[in-house]
């Protein structure tokens, strides 16, 4: 079974410009998540898909990120303008929709943004 | 608040001894679930452990197993026969319900684990 891919894996931007990450999570995965890993830290969620609509993005900077999910499987985020702030890990990972499982996470292998 | 306590910013081991990673949590759900992941140096995470609120036995999965008190909001991460390869990042993460009925885990900040020769 193919795991959750991500693109790209390291990514080197100037302030003000824009990025896009890409995510395919695990075929049949309904809930797909945005987690940002500043250097350091653990990993703060941005944005929760659930098939294609959003059931969190609370602690998404809405001013500049924005992410979707078209027809429910792959998903983009994007960064519009990047401050320095936004260097950091972005972890895309994917669950199945199983009330009985334990609700346990797979993660991709992370895109590295750095903004200079 | 902080949801998910990790005060440990770095351990040390030797190889083949046993270590305990620590965590405490906070939550007012009687239904959650706990988890250990291990982030190498490479940035993938790793799960490794599950435990749920109601499972009356401590959760174990090989060389790790959870020491889980709940009275006391701990669920420690127990690693015995340390290896080298163990040496990465450790993250304890909490499943909570969001407010919209949906779930998600929240992460504590972390230990860095070393494993020395």
């Known amino acids: 079974e193919a795991g959750v891919a991500q693109s790209p894996r390291y990514k080197i931007i100037e302030k003000r410009q824009s990025v896009a990450f890409w995510c395919n999570p695990i075929?049949?995965?309904?809930?797909l998540y945005w987690y940002q890993q500043i250097l350091g830290q653990g990993p703060k969620l941005l944005i929760q898909?659930?098939?294609?609509?959003?059931?969190?993005d609370s602690q998404l900077p809405k001013d500049r990120f924005s992410a979707e999910r078209l027809k429910g499987v792959d998903s983009t985020l994007k960064i519009q303008p990047a401050k320095l702030e936004d260097s950091a890990v972005y972890l895309c990972?994917?669950?199945?929709?199983?009330?009985?499982?334990?609700?346990?996470?797979?993660f991709g292998e992370g895109s590295r943004l750095t903004v200079l | 608040a902080q949801k998910i306590t990790q005060t440990q910013p770095g351990m040390f081991v030797q190889e083949k001894e046993a270590v305990t990673l620590d965590c405490t949590y906070d939550?007012?759900?009687?239904?959650?679930?706990l988890f250990w992941y291990k982030q190498p140096s490479s940035g993938e995470m790793i799960f490794l452990i599950y435990?749920?609120?109601?499972?009356?036995q401590n959760a174990t999965e090989g060389r790790y197993s959870l020491n889980f008190q709940k009275a006391r909001k701990s669920a420690n991460l127990v690693i015995s026969a340390s290896q080298l390869g163990d040496s990465a990042m450790y993250f304890c993460?909490?499943?909570?319900?969001?407010?919209?009925?949906?779930?998600?885990?929240?992460f504590g900040k972390g230990t860095k684990l070393t494993v020395n020769p």
């Open positions: 939550t007012s759900d009687p239904s959650y679930g």
């Open positions: 993460a909490m499943r909570e319900r969001t407010q919209g009925g949906s779930e998600k885990l929240v």
């Open positions: 435990q749920g609120s109601y499972d009356q």
């Open positions: 990972a994917s669950s199945p929709q199983d009330r009985g499982g334990t609700g346990e996470l797979f």
């Open positions: 898909f659930q098939n294609n609509g959003v059931v969190d």
């Open positions: 075929s049949g995965h309904a809930t």
